[in-house]
């Protein structure tokens, strides 16, 4: 079945500095990889996504990277700020009715 | 347009007792879903729904039953509730198999 790993489980920075999430996966037929954020008591939303015919998208400070030969995407948040600590999602959709998401990345910004 | 609504946002219940989640969305959309979700566990789905009268078992499916009579509104129910069942409880809803997966508040369920 569909696997998504994570990594890291927690990441501390400096404002200012780069973050970076890493998601494997293993189904090879998935096409759609988005990436939520989860603020502490909120509901997660959707930050940015991309799909398996785009290597690459940004959003201002935050871009999405995919590698489909290696089966994995990563989250890049450039000059941080404080207001990005919250708990981070990757999931993956092969086209079915259903995400498969990774365990979570608690991001911690210290001013 | 209020999005994705939950009732209730708190609840407490004791071992045994019954209770039934209520999701709620306005953006006529036909995939919904149910989500429980642990610390350090992520979001795990529980059932999940393709449309109004249809349903299907997710990654966790036991102990618990749901039902979509109408198209707006994806029920999640515990028969006889455990300690292990003490989750944060969240709906989701989606226009299409590809796109933005909209959630609700979430309910904090806590059994005792």
Redesign the interface.
Known sequence: GENVEQHPSTLSVQEGDSAVIKCTYSDSASNYFPWYKQELGKRPQLIIDIRSNVGEKKDQRIAVTLNKTAKHFSLHITETQPEDSAVYFCAVSSGTYKYIFGTGTRLKVLA | NAGVTQTPKFRVLKTGQSMTLLCAQDMNHE?MYWYRQDP??????IH?S?GEGTT?K?EVPDGYNVSRLKKQNFLLGLESAAPSQTSVY?CASRAS?????Y????TRLTVT
């Open positions: 995939y350090g566990m992520g979001l795990r789905l999940y393709v299907a997710g969240f198999r590809l796109g933005e997966q959630f609700g508040p979430g």
